[in-house]
């Protein structure tokens, strides 16, 4: 009921006698006229503005009612609004995203290009400086070609003064003064000038021939220093047009991004106007809602993922700790076959020293022998051949055998290098363990932050969607009430015209006082619920924040396990050269063991060959023949010519 019809029924409570309350039977005698007259017009007249009334409340519901479409169909405008201002928005981002992408692009094209000026720029000073030098290279050989030119025109007057020297000579031979002393003279003269002429001819020609070849050298250097400089002017032209056009190219760009952050601002400022009429965003939020949970689903896949990964990662460097694991047994084995090659080779020295030792003893008896070798000397001369080239054998076999020691040496310091670089690697493998099983705990750790988040996030969203019904029941039973209200109007209503016989005005304005309480009790109910839903939409955009720094950690932790992930392929990497390092160190170990065989069976055919000429020199009747040979095996070179 409106505030006119509450004023006509006041304006009727005022001129209407008032009337004890709960009495109906209580109405005025017949006999007085009058008085029903006075009353029987004063309640028309109450109908009357209780019909004024009931039109005028009609007429406003039909205003509220338009009203309330026309905001509807306001809201609806504005929500489509506000979807394409994001999507214009989103489109803008992206624009201005790809903008700062090509400004980037080109500093850094122009940064590539002012090097490349700063390098052309320093080659054109060094082609300077060269073209100086050759310049100051080419006065220099001037200089020295003018010195020469002095010195041959020297000569020139010299070989004149010479020859008029000549001339007068001849005149006092003719005249019969001194001929011999005279001709001794020309003829030491003309040997002294001669060695001259050819001195100074070959030098002229040697300078000449020098002069040449710098004067074509320094040609070609100046004809390579030009197409340099010609190179280097098309350079710096090219540069300086690139350069030009990237100039301009950013100030286009900066322009579309002034026009574009205006742009940007006006569609804020759209979004903030359109904002601020939002009243209604339901389905929205619930689409939100939806979209949340779905991405955390996929984070939550991406994670799962993500520790599948990691699991891989672990169970692979396990595969390479058992690999290195086989390769320190191969590493031992190796030592041990090194270790058995160096008694080996010991064995051999020692026998070798006993071979010497067996030379010294033929050296003491050699001396009580030499007298009977004098006479066997020619029947020995075949043997004491074959003793020599056995003795060079010999010597050329030790000379491998310390060459086969250097080799084995070099070999062990290489073997100990390979073992240092293993301990290193293995020393980088726990550290890479190490920070790997504290990234994993990290991550672990911070994965089950994130889900603890999440299921918080997705409790107060939930809290939130509690709420949101609460509020709709609330809205909806408000609307309930509100209907119940217009109904107990009408059915007051129609009380009041059916009482209006009775003259029960008074009970009907209470009724309506009552009422009009109620409707404003119910609409503050609904102005607060209003209110309830716009903290509850700040409440979800918080919510949205917090997801999206969730995702952003997320992201940063892939981005972690990636630059792990790479730097155990690089380890991988090391560890495969390694692999293939030790696989050539060991055929060169094959091959070394192979070729101390062969020299192993070649020590043992030359000690089968000594043997059966020392057999042989036994058979022979002189007691001191064996020790002469043995003595010449051992050193011929003592034996007398």
Known sequence: MGPPAALAVGAGRRNAPRQPIGHPKSR???????????????????????????????????????????????VADLQLKLSRLEEELKENVTNSTELQHQLEKTKQQHQ????????????????????????????????????????????????SLLEKEREDLYAKIQAGEGETAVLNQLQEKNHTLQEQVTQLTEKL?????????????????????????????????????????????????????????????????????????????????????DTVQNALQDKQQELNKITTQLDQVTAKLQEKQEHCSQLESHLKEYKEKHLSLEQKTEELEGHIKKL??????????????????????????????????????????????????????????????????????????????KEIENLSQDAKMQHKEL?????????????????????VAELSAAKEKLSKVSDSLKNSK????????????????????????????????????????????????????????????????????????GEVKIAISQKSLKEKELACEKSKLAEIEEIKCRQEKEIAKLNEELKSHKQESIKTPSPYRGLGQAAVGANPRHLDP
């Open 494 to 565: 129609s009380e009041f015209e059916k009482e209006n016989q009775k003259g029960k005005a008074a009970i009907l304005d209470l009724t309506s006082h009552q009422l009009k309480l109620e409707l404003n009790s119910m609409q503050e109910q609904v102005i607060q619920a209003q209110d309830n839903l716009k903290q509850k939409e700040k409440e979800e955009q918080q919510l949205q924040g917090n997801i999206n720094e969730l995702k952003q950690l997320t992201e940063q932790r892939k981005k972690q396990i990636e630059a792990l992930q």
């Open 28 to 74: 005025p005698q017949p006999p007085n006229g009058p008085i029903m007259g006075i009353l029987h017009s004063k309640l028309l007249e109450t109908e009357r503005q209780l019909g004024e009334a009931h039109g005028r409340l009609k007429e406003q519901r039909q205003l509220s009612s338009e009203k309330l479409m026309d905001k509807e169909q306001q």
């Open 451 to 471: 889900n603890n988040k999440i299921q918080t996030a997705v409790a107060e969203l939930q809290k939130v969607k509690m709420e949101k019904e609460t509020l």
């Open 356 to 433: 010497e030792a067996d030379t010294l003893e033929v050296k003491v008896s050699k001396e009580q022998a030499l007298q009977d070798l004098q006479q066997q000397r020619q029947l020995n001369t075949d043997l004491e051949f074959r003793v020599t080239e056995l003795t060079k054998q010999l010597e050329m076999e030790k000379e491998i055998v310390s060459s086969t020691k250097l080799d084995l040496q070099k070999k062990s310091e290489a073997l100990e290098n390979i073992k240092q670089m293993l301990t290193k690697q293995e020393e980088e493998k726990t550290i890479l363990k």
């Open 205 to 289: 020609k040697n300078q000449s021939e020098s002069h040449k070849q710098a004067q074509e050298n320094l040609h070609d250097q100046v004809q390579e220093q030009k197409a340099h400089l010609r190179a280097a002017q098309d350079r710096v032209l090219s540069l300086e047009t690139s350069v030009n056009e990237l100039n301009s190219q950013l100030n286009e760009s900066k322009e579309k991004v002034s026009q574009l952050d205006i742009q940007v601002k006006a569609k804020t400022e759209l979004l903030l106007s359109a904002e601020a009429a939002k009243t209604a965003q339901k389905a929205d939020l619930q689409n939100h809602l």
């Open 112 to 159: 590539e290009q002012q090097a490349l000026q700063q390098s052309t720029t320093a080659k054109l000073r060094e082609a300077q400086n060269d073209l100086e030098q050759v310049l100051r290279q080419i006065g220099d050989k001037d200089q020295k070609i003018q010195n020469l030119e002095a010195l041959l025109q020297k000569s020139k007057e010299n070989t």
